[in-house]
């Protein structure tokens, strides 16, 4: 059985909109590479509400529009609408001092025992190690 990966919306915002990143690293491949390798190891993508609204406010996608993207892809999924609970996000946020929209990414992956959050802004996240790990794509890639 695969691994569950909690992703971040920049590593799909990424692979759609062909990014590349300020050395001029081809963010897109990348991220289809880990796609691709999600496939084939059939580790699962957890996707949560608040990547559905962050795709929406950056490329306009609608939920529907993703689900497909992914299907069309043969990527495992699996979607959450929970709501981490407060007390945790608040602990995030004094354990790790991020702003709220990540500590609510890291108090999702972490109330779903995720792997690891699968993000381009690593550094975002490095601070809430303690809660769950992150890695780029490009990282779980280097390990095979």
């Given at each position: 059985?695969?691994?569950?990966?909690?992703?971040?919306?920049?590593?799909?915002?990424?692979?759609?909109?062909?990014?590349?990143?300020?050395?001029?690293?081809?963010?897109?491949?990348?991220?289809?590479?880990?796609?691709?390798?999600?496939?084939?190891?059939?580790?699962?993508?957890?996707?949560?509400?608040?990547?559905?609204?962050?795709?929406?406010?950056?490329?306009?996608?609608?939920?529907?529009?993703?689900?497909?993207?992914?299907?069309?892809?043969?990527?495992?999924?699996?979607?959450?609408?929970?709501?981490?609970?407060?007390?945790?996000?608040?602990?995030?946020?004094?354990?790790?001092?991020?702003?709220?929209?990540?500590?609510?990414?890291?108090?999702?992956?972490?109330?779903?025992?995720?792997?690891?959050?699968?993000?381009?802004?690593?550094?975002?996240?490095?601070k809430s190690k303690n809660f769950v790990k992150c890695s780029t794509p490009q990282?779980?890639?280097?390990?095979?």
């Open positions: 059985m695969g691994k569950l990966f909690y992703l971040d919306s920049n590593v799909f915002i990424s692979f759609v909109r062909e990014e590349m990143d300020s050395a001029f690293n081809l963010r897109f491949v990348d991220s289809e590479r880990f796609f691709a390798l999600c496939r084939k190891e059939k580790h699962v993508l957890l996707l949560s509400g608040l990547f559905f609204k962050e795709v929406k406010k950056v490329i306009s996608l609608d939920k529907s529009d993703i689900l497909e993207e992914f299907e069309r892809h043969g990527i495992p999924i699996a979607c959450t609408e929970n709501i981490p609970s407060k007390e945790l996000v608040s602990s995030v946020i004094k354990e790790s001092r991020i702003h709220l929209a990540d500590a609510v990414h890291v108090a999702l992956a972490y109330e779903s025992n995720a792997d690891a959050i699968i993000s381009w802004n690593k550094k975002d996240f490095a990282e779980i890639l280097d390990m095979i």
